[in-house]
């Protein structure tokens, strides 16, 4: 398992042991996947930027992620290979709104990315639904993993 995390912003710091902690949790739940992946963590610009490049939306997002290829099927494990792109700015706003800390906003979207490259689509209101539960498991189990000291 590869995860490799570039931090591309000066706006917060990166939490790059508990990014790393939370893909490898989602990997271990959803089972028999090999990851390959980077994370880079951006500022609005940059983001905006690859937004419009590959999805041809103008304006900054919270998360984008690329699946590099197909799935590869195995008789053993399937392997993820991909990128995902996290905006530090989004985040911290989006954090305020919320009244969360910005570090909790960032983990979320890394998480929302994995789900992505593992699978998981939020195009229609029951696939957001259960993206989002899948989220807030995920990250209820981690910080429950946390605590127990695991």
Do not use: C, W
């Amino acid at each position: 398992m590869t995860i490799e995390i570039v931090n591309q912003q000066k706006a917060m710091k990166v939490p790059e042991a508990k990014i790393r902690a939370l893909l490898r949790h989602v990997m271990a739940e959803e089972l028999g996947y090999e990851v390959n992946i980077s994370v880079a963590v951006v500022t609005d610009a940059r983001i905006a930027e690859l937004n419009e490049a590959f999805l041809n939306h103008v304006g900054a997002t919270d998360v984008l992620a690329f699946p590099f290829g197909e799935k590869e099927a195995s008789t053993e494990s399937e392997a993820v290979f991909g990128e995902i792109v996290i905006s530090a700015e989004r985040a911290m706003e989006e954090a305020q709104r919320r009244n969360v800390s910005p570090e909790i906003e960032l983990l979320l979207y890394a998480v929302h990315g994995m789900l992505h490259l593992v699978g998981y689509d939020d195009a229609s209101i029951t696939q957001r639904r259960e993206m989002r539960q899948r989220e807030a498991e995920v990250l209820r189990s981690l910080s429950t993993k946390n605590k127990d000291g695991s």
